[in-house]
């Protein structure tokens, strides 16, 4: 793994996407520290996380040892300070720069000097937080995709104070627990994927809004006549509609161009609390169980 020994994993947010970050470096054999702020959080995702595990070994993806095995590796607690034996940490909580920064700055005080701090986020680089911790070299973007249990792509970014021997590290970590990175030479919002998929996602509300079509008819033609294993509306309502949300916003505070700001639909969704899956109603309504009705 370069010339960082990353033995002990933790994730910082215990939401959808760092539950299943923190069970993938479990399934690859590491120990991982899951931490939230909220009991909560924490709970939740533990019951999250026994659906989802059980639901893979009743389809025979894993054998209830690999699952049992991997919990066994897995701790979950409220207290930032149980970090501090890990080797590499991932960030994976609201997308706001603000709490990035303010939670970056405290795992500086309490990680090794040596220790990578990865930022999961897809739009805020690492350089707008790499100026509140002592050791800037070792920071980096490492961008999962959800569900991360089931996709392979991660993104891993180099900003002009990361290392190479992090950038190094990162990759070979992503390799560890068997997914495929990609390594950005250098930042831009959005990366690869996001980039690509955010002109998509423009043109479905862009028709939606304007009454050329309804959401599930785009959702149809993109999946039967692009070949997209899920349509765009469907996509933000797995992802978090406020996650669309916070993005948009982010990138229109640095940009200062209205095209960037959230879409009309997108900001009533918010409004409303209609966010996704999460909370059973988004551009679709789910049950208890997170299936479509």
Known sequence: MGNKNIKQVAVVG???????????????????????????????????????????????????????????????????????NANIVIEAIIEKLDAKRELFAKLDKIVANDTILATNSSTIVSSKIADVVSHPENICNIHFFNPVLVMEMVEVVKGPHTSDETAQAS?????????????????????????????????????????????????????KALNHPIGPFALMDLTGIDVNYFVRMQRFNESGDENDKPSRIVTEKVEKGELGKKVGKGFYEYDEKGIRV
Not at 20 to 29: D, E, H, K, S, Y
Not at 176 to 184: A, E, F, G, R
Not at 195 to 214: F, Q, S, W
């Open 14 to 84: 215990a939401g959808a996407m760092g539950s299943q970050i923190a069970m993938v470096c479990a399934l690859a054999g590491y120990p991982v520290t899951l931490q939230d702020i909220e009991q909560q959080s924490i709970d939740k995702a533990k019951v999250f996380l026994d659906e989802q595990m059980n639901r893979r070994v009743e389809k025979g993806r894993f054998t209830r040892e690999e699952v049992d095995n991997a919990f066994d590796r897995l701790s979950f607690t409220v207290n930032l300070e149980d970090l501090s």
């Open 171 to 223: 990759m070979e970590f992503v390799k560890s627990i068997h997914k495929t990175p990609v390594l950005l030479k250098k930042e831009i919002s959005g990366f690869i994927a996001n980039r690509i998929l955010g002109k998509l996602m423009d043109e479905a509300v862009y028709l939606y809004e304007n009454g050329y079509a309804t959401h599930e008819e785009i959702d149809l033609v993109c999946k």
